[in-house]
Nanobody
Framework: QVQLVESGGGLVQAGGSLKLSCAAS????????MGWFRQAPGKEREFVAS????????YYADSVKGRFTISRDNARNMVYLQMNSLKPEDTAVYYC???????????????WGQGTQVTVSS
């Protein structure tokens, strides 16, 4: 079992940057694919990015490709999402999640954090 706690959200102007962090507990953290998702008001939760168990493979939604970077540090049980060139449409609650499935699957995640709010002003 994995417990996840996100941090790093906040208010930023369009064009700015934020780095989200996700702290994971559990001895088997390094065996999981990790992902970031987001949910804007009135919209369904959507996939943002994922990273394989060893960090060797990353996968992004088209909407964030080239602007966001996902990474992980297995020694510290941490996952990160560096967000650059932020746009108002990136405003959402961002969730960290873990799955034992492929990095290319956008669903079927087993464990979820509580979320952190990101607000991008125009």
């Amino acid at each position: 079992q994995v417990q996840l706690v996100e941090s790093g959200g906040g208010l930023v102007q369009a064009g700015g940057s934020l780095k989200l962090s996700c702290a994971a507990s559990g001895r088997t953290f390094s065996s999981y694919t990790m992902g970031w998702f987001r949910q804007a008001p009135g919209k369904e939760r959507e996939f943002v990015a994922s990273v394989s168990w060893n960090g060797g493979i990353t996968y992004y939604a088209d909407s964030v490709k080239g602007r966001f970077t996902i990474s992980r540090d297995n020694a510290r049980n941490m996952v990160y999402l560096q967000m650059n060139s932020l746009k108002p449409e990136d405003t959402a609650v961002y969730y960290c999640a873990a799955t034992s499935r492929s990095v290319y699957l956008r669903r079927g995640y087993d464990y979820w954090g509580q979320g952190t709010q990101v607000t991008v002003s125009s």
